[in-house]
């Protein structure tokens, strides 16, 4: 299954930059993952929210300026950014 990062654009998430975080992994892609904007992820207020498929790994609060090491380390490295994961589905 092809890897996808799905990057939340909905109401909640586009009030806290998501529109500038799709810019980010856009300005950032990696071969063979497709980024993938959707509507509400229903987790608001927890914005802006981003997913990775097929793993299904959260990412919270994510700033653009975050984003580079998300696919340095995540996508280019298979490593999660532990620190940066949403606790709600991510717990230790
Ligand atoms: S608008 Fe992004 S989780 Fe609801």
Same mark, same amino acid.
């Given at each position: 299954?092809?890897?996808?990062?799905?990057?939340?654009?909905?109401?909640?998430?586009?009030?806290?930059?998501? $529109? +500038? #975080? @799709?810019?980010?992994?856009?300005?950032?892609? /990696?071969?063979?993952?497709?980024?993938?904007?959707?509507?509400?992820?229903?987790?608001?207020?927890?914005?802006?929210?981003?997913?990775?498929?097929?793993?299904?790994?959260?990412? $919270? +609060? #994510? @700033?653009?300026?975050?984003?580079?090491?998300? /696919?340095?380390?995540?996508?280019?490295?298979?490593?999660?950014?532990?620190?940066?994961?949403?606790?709600?589905?991510?717990?230790?």
């Amino acid at each position: 299954m092809a890897k996808k990062v799905i990057i939340c654009q909905g109401r909640s998430c586009v009030k806290y930059d998501s $529109d +500038r #975080v @799709l810019a980010a992994f856009r300005a950032n892609l /990696v071969p063979g993952v497709e980024i993938v904007p959707c509507g509400c992820l229903g987790q608001c207020g927890n914005g802006p929210m981003v997913l990775v498929e097929p793993e299904q790994i959260w990412y $919270d +609060r #994510v @700033l653009p300026e975050e984003v580079p090491v998300i /696919v340095k380390q995540h996508l280019q490295r298979q490593r999660p950014v532990k620190k940066m994961l949403y606790p709600k589905f991510h717990r230790d």
